[in-house]
C-alpha cells in the first residue's frame, strides 16, 4: 500500500484528527491512539512503529510469553525481529487497532 492509501484508510477509519488514530501493538496487542504516544513522551515517529509501553514507566519485556499482564510491552519496530504488518511505500507498520 503506498501512503496515500494509508492515510485515506486511516482518515476513514478515525477521521481527520491524526492524535485520534488508533494502532494496535502486533506483539501485545496493546491499543494506543497517537494522544497516546505523545501523553507518554513518544517521539512523533514512534506512533504505529513501537509499541507505546517502550515509553511508560511500567512495561512488559516483548516476547517474554511468561509475563500475562495485560499491559503494553516494549516492542520495537525497528529491533532485530520485525513483525509490523502493514507495508507502507517499503516500511513496515502496526496495523490500524480498531
Known amino acids: 500500500m503506498n501512503k496515500e492509501q494509508w492515510l485515506t484508510q486511516g482518515q476513514i477509519l478515525f477521521g481527520k484528527d491524526v492524535m485520534q488514530w488508533k494502532f494496535k501493538c502486533p506483539y ?13 513522551g513518544a517521539p512523533e515517529s514512534a506512533a504505529g512503529f513501537s509499541c507505546v509501553g517502550r515509553w511508560m514507566p511500567v512495561c512488559k ?18 529491533g532485530l525481529i520485525e513483525i509490523n504488518p502493514v507495508d507502507v511505500d517499503g516500511i513496515k507498520v502496526f496495523e490500524f487497532g480498531v
Open 28 to 40: 501485545c496487542g496493546h491499543i494506543a491512539t497517537v494522544a497516546d504516544y505523545k501523553k507518554a
Open 61 to 78: 519485556e516483548a516476547f517474554d510469553d511468561k509475563d500475562k499482564h495485560k499491559i503494553p510491552c516494549n516492542y520495537a519496530g525497528g
